[in-house]
């Protein structure tokens, strides 16, 4: 009778899509799925946008734009309450999508309803409403980029990615005419653009806030939970989701503190740039501004090996964002190389800022504390490019916008410098007895 041979132990194989690594190749894929529908998604954006200021400036002149901007400022702010109040309800899936479904919806209202010839008033409504569930959205694709990868360089990579696709976007509808076939082509490109967002939201990661722990069928050993701990469970439930999340107030402050201070002649750029050097300055300032979005990665990370806290990169990244502004009025390089270094500054301090709140979020409320933090950035951006125009003269333009970057610099030098010298100093220990 034959004897068949022993069986030798053969050992498992690791999965082909994970690596050694938490996370692994699986992390990357997601990290690399929700840059490419953050890319498109913004990319559509930015077109689209760009295309109905003009057509707003065709239409009804520079106030009917300054209508339709303000309305724009307006909804970014009010998304972060409304993102507060759906994110304690609802998982990242399905605030995702919502988001994605309303702003898609719209796009293509707002701008069919101008080019229909609606009064400013309904479209500027359309607007708020449009840049609530866009900045809902945004913030839902933030806390899924932390959820993957928490560092400082992957928020920032995201980040630049989406300002640098954002003027790639808006320089490409500067030369479309606005007519015929282009028109139709916008429109699909403006609406279809979320498609890769609603995709992404189907392997979302960041779950309900509210989730009931323990509530399943089976716990602990296999017991069943009875009724009256469900009940319980439910209560607390619903408790802790009614209660209003603890917001970081001093960082927000700070962060619309330096984006008051430094993102008024970026933000501003597109005019200022025409103004000093002419229209056809515009498109090289878009490039520059682009290539230092690219270049702020590495300078984040160079950043991070000198371990500095906030108080003191943050206020260097808006010097940054200004010091081009000093030469600009002299030559068009210099306008150049002030939105290069803007490009680079106001991203790497867009994303560690990002970085910075999510890290330090409670469970549950990342969504949240990140639709805050780009409300207050607007808002600090809101009443900079209200105020610059006012401080800023027309027939000197080029001296005064040199003298104002050259103030707000100085302030925000001597903040970061003294934030620096307090954070080195030795700290005396208390002596027995006294009070800590």
Request: one cysteine or more; a positive charge; proline letters at 6%.
């Amino acid at each position: 009778m034959a004897v068949a041979p022993p069986r030798t132990h053969r050992p498992a194989r690791p999965p082909r899509h994970r690596s050694v690594t938490p996370g692994g190749r699986r992390r990357a894929g997601r990290l690399r799925e929700l840059m490419v529908s953050g890319l498109v998604d913004s990319f559509g954006l930015a077109l689209g946008w760009t295309v109905f200021n003009l057509v707003a400036v065709e239409r009804g002149g520079l106030a009917l734009a300054g209508l339709f901007n303000a309305a724009m400022l307006v909804g970014v702010m009010l998304s972060a309450p409304v993102t507060g109040r759906l994110a304690r309800h609802l998982p990242g899936r399905t605030l995702l999508l919502l988001a994605a479904g309303t702003e898609g919806l719209l796009r293509v209202a707002t701008l069919a309803a101008l080019l229909a010839g609606y009064d400013g008033r309904v479209i500027a409504a359309g607007i708020v409403l449009m840049h609530v569930a866009a900045y809902a959205g945004f913030a839902a694709m933030r806390a899924e980029v932390a959820a993957v990868d928490a560092r400082p360089q992957a928020m920032t990579r995201y980040a630049l990615s989406i300002a640098a696709v954002e003027a790639a976007g808006a320089g490409v509808a500067a030369l479309l005419p606005l007519h015929g076939r282009f028109l139709i082509a916008v429109f699909m490109v403006y609406a279809l653009s979320l498609v890769p967002t609603v995709l992404t939201a189907r392997r979302a990661r960041v779950r309900d806030a509210g989730t009931i722990p323990g509530t399943g069928p089976v716990t602990g050993a296999g017991a069943p939970l009875t009724r009256a701990a469900r009940r319980l469970a439910r209560r607390e439930h619903a408790r802790v989701r009614s209660a209003r999340p603890r917001l970081p107030w001093p960082v927000l402050a700070g962060g619309g503190t330096v984006t008051l201070l430094a993102a008024g002649p970026t933000l501003l750029s597109v005019a200022l740039a025409s103004e000093l050097h002419g229209q056809q300055a515009v498109a090289g300032a878009a490039i520059a501004f682009s290539a230092g979005c690219l270049l702020s990665s590495s300078a984040v990370t160079a950043v991070d090996r000198l371990r500095l806290p906030p108080q003191v990169t943050w206020p260097m990244w808006g010097v940054g964002m200004l010091a081009g502004w000093l030469l600009a009025p002299a030559h068009l390089l210099g306008l150049f190389a002030a939105q290069l270094l803007s490009g680079l500054s106001m991203t790497a301090f867009e994303g560690g800022m990002d970085a910075r709140i999510a890290r330090d979020a409670p469970p549950g409320t990342v969504t949240t504390v990140l639709a805050w933090s780009a409300s207050t950035r607007a808002l600090g951006g809101a009443v900079a490019v209200r105020l610059l125009p006012a401080l800023v003269a027309a027939p000197a333009i080029g001296l005064t916008i040199g003298l104002t970057s050259g103030v707000a610099a100085a302030a925000l030098a001597a903040a970061a410098l003294t934030a620096l010298v307090c954070s080195r100093l030795p700290r005396r220990a208390p002596v027995r007895g006294e009070k800590r």
